[in-house]
């Protein structure tokens, strides 16, 4: 049996044993009040819960950020009690919104997830805008990332056109932390100025490229790169040893160092428990929705470069979302300060991705 069959099998055994009898003898207005009651404390205890875990995609006042669809609408309102309480317990695949139920390997209690239900449909959403700021917990606003104009033009000189001078800054920009300065691989990525990949024919490359490969490091780009981006950058992988055939000099491919300063690592704690407890649990311990960041292992290996792409690109096909279109340069900056700081106390656990 489903769980908002359950759920609503329980509320009607609560409404005979209960309001039935408790209706037969006081007034109506008495009856009122004490399902305004029931109501009141369903949507109060879930306004903190909200803060925590869902203002981060669905914002403070539920008015949606990004992709991200608002809450705080009639259509949403109206959605029955049945299909509100699906949406939440499972999440829906291949999207951003997790399964939250505990029977789903969630964190919430199913009368945490009926209190939901009731929260969505009855609460005022100014007012949960109101406590989202008190707590703290107000999500940044959406910064999407831009390649300049300046940046481009600086690199014209090489040859072989606009299109390999902009492959090869997007390839700087986004790809090397992991792929490394000379696409020859690091420790996380395998190299790209690879034969193997060459002789696969190129709408396979974009593709890969476009979608990410489900459940590595390897995140989706089309939502963070242009498809003319892109096709640059697999113009790029392909025409790499004409390149160094024809003796033009890479530019330095500059390894972002990310500074740490008190201040950064605070600010980065701050946006950690808005947006990455919820799943990566406290301190980045872990949760049953993600592995613990705070983890040895996973710090010593992966350079601040790679962790800060990690960030910004999410992991394809797994809940771990790319932040880059919603969190600005100083935000990602600032975890990675904030995840690096972790690294002399953190314990040894096997990471889950270096494994693969
Ligand atoms: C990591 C981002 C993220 C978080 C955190 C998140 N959601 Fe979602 N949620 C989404 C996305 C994306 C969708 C739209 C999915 C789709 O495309 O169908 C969604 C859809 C929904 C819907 C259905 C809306 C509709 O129009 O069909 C509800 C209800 C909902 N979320 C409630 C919640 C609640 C309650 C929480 C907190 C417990 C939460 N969400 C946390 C990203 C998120
Ligand atoms: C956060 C680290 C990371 C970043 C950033 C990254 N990649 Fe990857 N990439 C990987 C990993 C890990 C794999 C190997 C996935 C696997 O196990 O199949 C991979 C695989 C690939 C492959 C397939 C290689 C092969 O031999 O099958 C291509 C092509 C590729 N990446 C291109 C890119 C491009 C282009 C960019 C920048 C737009 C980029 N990657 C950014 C981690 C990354
Ligand atoms: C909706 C849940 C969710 C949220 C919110 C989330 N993550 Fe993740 N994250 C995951 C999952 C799941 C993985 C593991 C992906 C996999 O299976 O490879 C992950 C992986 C990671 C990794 C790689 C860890 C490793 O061992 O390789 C880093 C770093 C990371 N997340 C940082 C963050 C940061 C920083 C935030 C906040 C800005 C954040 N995450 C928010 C679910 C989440």
Redesign the pocket.
């Known amino acids: 049996m489903t769980l908002p069959m359950k759920i609503t099998g329980f509320l009607a055994t609560l409404v005979i044993l209960v309001i039935v009898p408790i209706y037969s003898f006081i007034e109506p207005t008495h009856q009122e009040s004490l399902l305004d009651s029931y109501y009141t404390t369903a949507v109060l205890s879930s306004t903190d819960?909200?803060a925590e875990?869902?203002a981060?995609?669905?914002g403070a006042a539920g008015e949606g950020i990004g992709?991200?669809?608002a809450?705080n609408t009639d259509?949403?309102r109206t959605?029955s009690e049945n299909d509100?309480s699906k949406?939440?317990s499972r999440g829906?695949s291949n999207?951003?919104?997790?399964a939250?139920a505990a029977e789903e390997g969630g964190i919430?209690s199913n009368s945490q997830i009926a209190d939901?239900t009731t929260f969505?449909q009855q609460t005022n959403w100014d007012y949960v805008g109101t406590r989202v700021a008190e707590l703290g917990l107000t999500p940044p606003e959406v910064i999407e990332m831009e390649v300049s104009d300046e940046m481009l033009s600086s690199l014209s000189a090489i040859d072989g056109g606009e299109i390999l001078t902009e492959g090869l800054l997007v390839y700087a920009e986004n790809c090397s932390a992991c792929h490394g300065a000379n696409g020859s691989g690091t420790i996380i990525a395998p190299s790209i100025d690879s034969d193997d990949l060459r002789a696969r024919p190129k709408e396979e490359i974009i593709q890969m490229v476009n979608s990410g490969i489900n459940g590595t490091l390897m995140a989706s780009w089309q939502n963070i790169l242009t498809p003319e981006e892109i096709n640059a950058t697999v113009d790029l992988i392909y025409r790499w040893p004409e390149l160094i055939e024809t003796g033009v000099d890479f530019p330095e491919v500059e390894v972002m160092s990310i500074p740490s300063s008190p201040e950064l690592i605070a600010d980065g704690q701050n946006l950690f428990n808005i947006a990455c407890k919820?799943c990566h649990g406290v301190d980045g311990y872990g949760s049953p929705m993600a592995p613990a960041v705070n983890n040895q292992l996973f710090l010593e290996e992966t350079p601040d470069a790679a962790i800060y792409q990690i960030i910004a690109g999410g992991v394809s096909g797994t809940?771990m979302?790319a932040w880059g279109s919603r969190l600005s340069d100083y935000n990602l900056q600032s975890l990675v300060a904030f995840l690096r700081s972790m690294e002399p106390s953190a314990p040894a656990i096997l990471p889950p991705i270096l494994g693969n």
């Open positions: 819960l909200y875990n869902c981060v995609c669905h992709d991200t669809p809450l259509a949403v959605m509100l949406v939440i829906r999207t951003l919104m997790a939250w919430f939901f969505i919820s809940l979302p």
